[in-house]
């Protein structure tokens, strides 16, 4: 079982739809979370990153991670085609230990 | 402008011939990465650098180079040794080992 699961899609949404993508994990040391978006051949780019429990909101992103379960969420409100990408999700324990990251879900934002 | 470069963008190689990429940061980062990234595949960790003149392999190292002899510079030679070198390239670079990464734009090497 990997350390970081991470449905590959392809999720496909109408414009305007809510997103909701989603990580799930097996490390309970896993502290640090982060969240990043990566166009078709460019390199990932950092979304959104998070070391607590409960929501965080950076404009139409909100990262929510609920520890007791194990499972972190981006949503992405008003989505646009914009954000059609991948979105890669990462997290480590700290302590110098490195992160690990999930191998991502493919977002289509259909207009 | 801070941020991290990868040169060449697109690389073409003959097979049996050493490769080196280029990766360099401006953004005083200690540790620095190098992934590799397969057609529909998640991020492989090749080597990682936590600081200058000291790295670690990663999780797919057979086949690979690095050396780190400057804060700014990590570059990855791919070796005749390695089997399966087509593929995109990404360089990173964190504080910490553990904290957030910033990537660069990639290269894509292609070896025929």
């Known amino acids: 079982q990997k350390e970081v699961e991470q449905d590959p899609g392809p999720l496909s949404v109408p414009e305007g739809a809510i997103v909701s993508l989603n990580c799930t994990y097996s490390n309970s040391a896993f502290q640090y979370f982060m969240w990043y978006r990566q166009y078709s051949r460019k390199g990932p780019e950092l979304l959104m990153y998070t070391y607590s429990s409960g929501n965080k909101e950076d404009g139409r992103f909100t990262a929510q991670v609920d520890k007791s379960s194990k499972y972190i969420s981006l949503f992405i409100r008003d989505s646009q085609p914009s954000d059609s990408a991948t979105y890669l999700c990462a997290m480590s324990a700290g302590g110098y230990q490195k992160v690990t990251f999930g191998t991502g879900t493919k977002l289509q934002v259909i207009p | 402008d801070g941020g991290i470069t990868q040169s060449p963008k697109y690389l073409f190689r003959k097979e049996g011939q050493n490769v080196t990429l280029s990766c360099e940061q401006n953004l005083n980062h200690d540790a620095m990465y190098w992934y590799r990234q397969d057609p529909g595949q998640g991020l492989r960790l090749i080597y990682y650098?936590?600081?200058?003149?000291?790295?670690q392999k990663g999780d797919i190292a057979e086949g690979y180079s690095v050396s780190r002899e400057k804060k700014e510079s990590f570059p990855l030679t791919v070796t005749s040794a390695q089997k399966n070198p087509t593929a995109f390239y990404l360089c990173?670079?964190?504080?910490?080992?553990?904290?957030?990464?910033?990537f660069g734009p990639g290269t894509r090497l292609t070896v025929t």
């Open positions: 650098s936590q600081i200058v003149n000291d790295f």
């Open positions: 990173a670079s964190s504080n910490r080992v553990d904290y957030e990464q910033y």
